[in-house]
Structures are given as C-alpha cells and as structure tokens.
C-alpha cells in the first residue's frame, strides 16, 4: 500500500496541490490521509498515524514549500509520529527500508532559486532537511517530484503535472504488486 | 531592543536550552518570549508577535534542533508572524535590517554531522532553511551560535556555554546603545 500524507493548510489557494490531489485521488492501491483535515487543532493521533505507516511499503509526503520546508502541521507530524523506538533508536525499525517519495510545490521559479535570486540559492539547498528526515528512519529516498512555479503554472501544465503524479504512483503500485515495493510488506 | 524567540516543547528534557535560558534570563534590553509557554494550543497572537518584532533591533531565536530544523511551533510562528506585505513582498519592510541570530542545540556531535554519520551531513547543510527565511524579510543574519553534542555536554561546558551566550547578547546591546543595532530602531 502507498501512504500519502498530504500536508496543505490552504488548499483553496493552491492550484497546484489542488491539481495533484485530484490527479490521483481515485488511483487504487492508495491510503491518503490529509493531515490539515484530520487534525485542523493540531492534535495528531499518533497511533492512527503510525499504525497507517506500518500499512504502507511507501510513504508520499506531499506538500506546498512554506518558508523552505514542510509546514507546520508537518513538522509536528515528525517530532509527534517518528517516534525514538519506534521509527529510529533502539528497536525503531517501523520505516526501515520502505521507499519514501517527497512531492513539493514551490511558489518561486527556477531563476528565483539561485544565488542572488529571490531565495537566495538553488531548490537543492534546502532538500536535506525533508531528505535526511526518511534517512534517518531508514527509508529509501525516491527521485522527488518538485514543482516549482506553481503560482504560475497554466491549466495545460497543470494537468499534465497531475498525470505525471499519477503515473509515477501507479507504477510505484505496480512494483508493490509485483514485490519490489520493499518495507516489511 | 534584543528579541529573543525561544522555542522549546519540553524545556524540562533540555539541559543545554535550559542552561542557556538560565544564562541571559536577567540581561537588561531584552524581551524574551517562550512559544510553548504563549501558546501551548499553537495559537499564536499575531498581532502581538509583529509588535514585538517591530520593537526589535536583534531577533534571536532559540531552539533545539527537531528533524534538522525548527520544532513545528517555531515553523508556525513563521507561517502566521511573517506576513506578506508585512515582513516580505511589496510593503512588505518590517523587518529589514534588522539583525537575525540563531541559537540552536543539536544532540548529535560533530562526527554524527558527516558524510556517513548518523546525519548523513555536516550540520551546515541544514543551516539554508533557516537562513533564507531570515534573508528573506531582508534581515541580517550574525554568525550563529550552534551548540553540538547537546546531549553529552558537562556541566562546566554548560556553564561556558551559557556564558558565550550571555557575552554575546551583552555585546549585541552594548551595540545598539551605540546605535550600530541597524533596523528601524
């Protein structure tokens, strides 16, 4: 099973992450859990999530670029769920070897990504926060999926995004199907 | 004035926030707000935030490392607080120049912090998030003060530390009676 945790806290505002969810909402072989309606007071309930986690061979996280990272409710999914004996530590082998997919929308372009540009320096830089999260628990990293420009993406790239998205989590079902999706599954 | 944004759940469980909060909680011209004690249902007063960033010439902010960036409280408080057209994009000027300093305690070591280590990286690979976020509402950031090892620090490291820590905010004030503080102060 793919676990995709979707973290928008606005998701009306957001073409892209709304064009992303439609895109593979319908897909079988998925659980998606969204966190910002589960938990709109910021009480997660840490069993729910990681019995959920020990469910999935891959975990999505799928979520828009606020301030160079995850946001919050995303944040606190972390420090709440990956817990030590658990997720890493002593016995914390529940993630270990499950394959970990990183979908991110950024507002800026490509040139707004560099040195001297609006973010000062390239998407790359700020990727191992999100990236050594999965390392530390074990997980093997995929090939993200980042879209940048999404505040200026038109409805043609908009959808062949989406398709992008679904294609890349229907073959990720297909090697679970055919056992290659790793974890303990 | 010196701001000083503390950001720790559980103060109780850190030797090295708790030392170095011990260490300049008596300092004159600072303001010292704990996010955790403010707002434990991660409601954050906004209004009152920009009014004391606006009486601010330093802002500090002080927490541990949670996940290879700031707990989730702190990351709230920059998704509420730093408001367009207030701390970024046009009008948005409230806090350029001022000057930024980040306090951060990390558990792993030095040798955890590398290619092959537990983190995979040295710990300046997870400094951009942070940064950028300052450089983006045009503040100036000062080299940080990072404390590795947090975990296994002794008591006389302890006390060294909170002393660079008290030295440094000292100097910072001393700075802004001369009026070298920069910002709108």
Redesign the interface.
């Known amino acids: 099973m793919i676990l995709v945790i979707q973290a928008h ?1 606005y998701p009306d505002r957001s073409r892209a992450n709304r064009a992303l969810g439609r895109a593979i909402h319908d897909l079988d072989g998925l659980e998606i859990r969204s966190l910002y309606d589960l938990y709109p ?2 009480s997660i309930d840490v069993g729910a999530e990681q019995r959920a986690l020990e469910r999935a061979t891959t975990v999505v996280w799928q979520h828009p670029i ?8 995303l ?2 999914w ?2 709440k769920v ?1 817990t030590p004996g658990w997720a890493y530590g002593p016995g914390g082998t529940a993630l270990v070897g499950k394959r970990c997919l990183w979908v991110a929308t950024a507002g800026g372009d490509e040139s707004s990504y560099r040195e001297g540009g ?4 390239p998407f790359e ?2 990727v ?2 999100i990236r ?2 999965a ?2 628990c074990g997980m093997r990293w995929l090939e993200p999926l980042v879209v940048d420009g999404a505040h200026r993406i038109d409805e043609a790239e908009l959808s062949g995004l989406g398709e992008r998205y679904r294609e890349r989590l229907r073959e990720l079902v297909a090697e679970e199907g055919r056992g290659e999706g790793g974890g303990d599954a």
Chains 1, 2 share one sequence.
């Open positions: 806290p007071d910021f606020y301030w160079y990272t995850a946001p919050a409710l944040k606190l972390f420090e990956l609006m973010h000062g320096q830089a700020f191992p926060v050594q999260t390392a530390f």
